[in-house]
Nanobody, 123 residues
Framework: QVQLVESGGGLVQPGGSQRLSCAASGSIFSINAMGWYRQAPGKERELVAVISSGGGTNYSDSVKGRFTISRDNSKNTVYLQMNSLKPEDTAVYYC?????????????????WGQGTLVTVSS
């Protein structure tokens, strides 16, 4: 079993910054790509940013230049630094990871989601 726990959401003013963290725990052999998605009220979940195990990154056009994704492989943790926040960034942010889990001698490839953390950008 593998879990992702997010932290760092909350209320922030337009133009402000916020940092999200997501820590993976459980029966982890290795973690491939990790990413952040978001879902605004009445909208579908969308990709925000993704980072490979080697550090390669990709961002949605709406956050490029404002958000930075990073990871600490020694802590199985991924971060999302959000700067110059806008009201349209308001959403529940979800962490996602592709994990190779080990149980005894058996390896399993899992896609795991966090529970989500709410980021509200408002004055």
């Amino acid at each position: 079993q593998v879990q992702l726990v997010e932290s760092g959401g909350g209320l922030v003013q337009p133009g402000g910054s916020q940092r999200l963290s997501c820590a993976a725990s459980g029966s982890i052999f290795s973690i491939n790509a990790m990413g952040w998605y978001r879902q605004a009220p009445g909208k579908e979940r969308e990709l925000v940013a993704v980072i490979s195990s080697g550090g390669g990154t990709n961002y949605s056009d709406s956050v490029k230049g404002r958000f930075t994704i990073s990871r600490d492989n020694s802590k199985n943790t991924v971060y999302l630094q959000m700067n110059s926040l806008k009201p349209e960034d308001t959403a529940v942010y979800y962490c996602n990871a592709n994990v190779i889990s080990i149980t005894g001698l058996k390896y399993n490839l899992l896609e795991v989601w966090g529970q989500g953390t709410l980021v509200t950008v408002s004055s």
